[in-house]
């Protein structure tokens, strides 16, 4: 028989269940508890999920979806039934329940601290991309020109690019000071790379903010406010997430 | 809260693909939570540069065929995935080749 392990999705304060959900590989979940606190575990194989396989299996990207994917459903529907979870990483495996539950014994303060913190509330993602400076302009190009036309329209397009690469900062500040202002918690994650995104226009802005979930109608307002108001930005607001960017624990 | 969405809102001004919001999962269920050392350890920061590769590969194909992106089909690692579009890139890169050397002219004054 080929060894298991415990497979940890997440911890809450679990009163209700989960309804219908499965784990990965299609394996039931169950709770292990310690005081009021549960952490929703499912049994993986570890020949699967053991430390050699996993290494092999995290480099194969359809493997990694269909485990991330999962990993997500088990956290959204334990948030829906609870209203406040603490979302594990990826892979989090113990071998045992009794480790498990070992995990909730010493991460006890720390757990209930940080589902204090999530309790009712949401996270949500904004993005904000710099438009081109042609984007905004929409002036049309000559058809034809000579060559120090276009040296000279290159050189301004290149002065309009500096002079927004030193905006951009200014902008993205204001554009989260704002948000934040509807917000619990803020976090600013790394702007991802152009090449990353997949668009000509630069991030400048990649922000998690934890909201309230009686005020989600008025930050969505906030942020269309703000996409109105600030033409040389677009904005892609994302959510609601479980509050993923909001359970780091402080001995982590 | 019941009453909220759960699934991801439209963006102002575009769709978001679903593609992309793998990228934005990842980012959360790779990097973010409740980070401690299980039995079973594997080190995600080792992966951290195929991560990033994944969200390059995540870029919609055309988009990223149109900057030049196309490293995969060489990579032995993902070049089986990639297979299926390889007639679909072929087009592109024809494409974007033809539009290159029209804009080239255009720059020429020619």
């Known amino acids: ?252 | 809260m019941t009453t909220l969405d759960r699934r991801p809102a439209g963006g102002y001004g575009m769709t978001r693909p679903e593609p992309e919001s793998l990228a934005d999962l990842l980012e959360r269920v790779l990097d973010k939570g409740v980070v401690i050392a299980g039995d079973i350890r594997v080190d995600l920061l080792e992966i951290e540069l195929l991560t990033i590769r994944i969200r390059l590969l995540l870029v919609s194909v055309d988009k990223a065929t149109e900057m030049g992106i196309d490293w995969w089909t060489r990579d032995p690692m993902l070049s089986a995935s990639a297979g299926d579009n390889q007639e679909e890139l072929e087009r592109l890169r024809r494409r974007v080749e033809e539009l290159e050397g029209k804009s080239e002219g255009e720059a020429t004054g020619e």
């Open chain 1, 1 to 252: 028989m080929s060894d298991l392990g415990s497979y940890i999705y997440a911890a809450g304060r679990i009163t209700g269940d989960l309804g219908d959900v499965h784990g990965l590989r299609d394996a039931p979940l169950r709770i292990v508890r310690w005081q009021e606190l549960g952490a929703i575990v499912s049994t993986v194989d570890l020949d699967e999920f053991g430390e050699a396989p996993l290494r092999e299996h995290l480099e194969d990207l359809g493997w990694l979806e269909q485990v991330a994917r999962d990993h997500d459903r088990v956290v959204r529907a334990a948030w829906s039934a609870t209203g406040a979870v603490a979302p594990f990483r990826l892979a989090t495996i113990c071998r045992t329940d009794e480790a498990v539950q070992a995990r909730l014994v010493s991460l006890y303060d720390e757990l209930t601290q940080a589902l204090d913190r999530v309790i009712g509330r949401s996270e949500w993602t904004v993005k904000a991309f710099l438009r081109t400076e042609a984007e905004e302009a929409e002036e049309p190009e000559p058809a034809t020109q000579s060559g120090t036309a276009y040296l000279m329209r290159r050189r301004a397009e290149l002065d309009g690019q500096r002079r927004a690469a030193v905006d951009a900062q200014a902008v993205a500040d204001d554009v989260h000071r704002e948000l934040a202002q509807a917000a619990d918690a803020v976090r600013r994650l790394p702007p991802q790379d152009r090449r990353l995104t997949g668009y000509t226009e630069a991030m400048i802005l990649n922000g998690a903010y934890l909201v309230d979930d009686r005020s989600a109608g008025r930050f969505r307002a906030a942020v269309a406010e703000l996409a109105a108001r600030r033409p040389a930005v677009r904005l892609t607001l994302d959510g609601p997430w479980p509050p993923y960017s909001f359970t780091s624990l402080e001995s982590a």
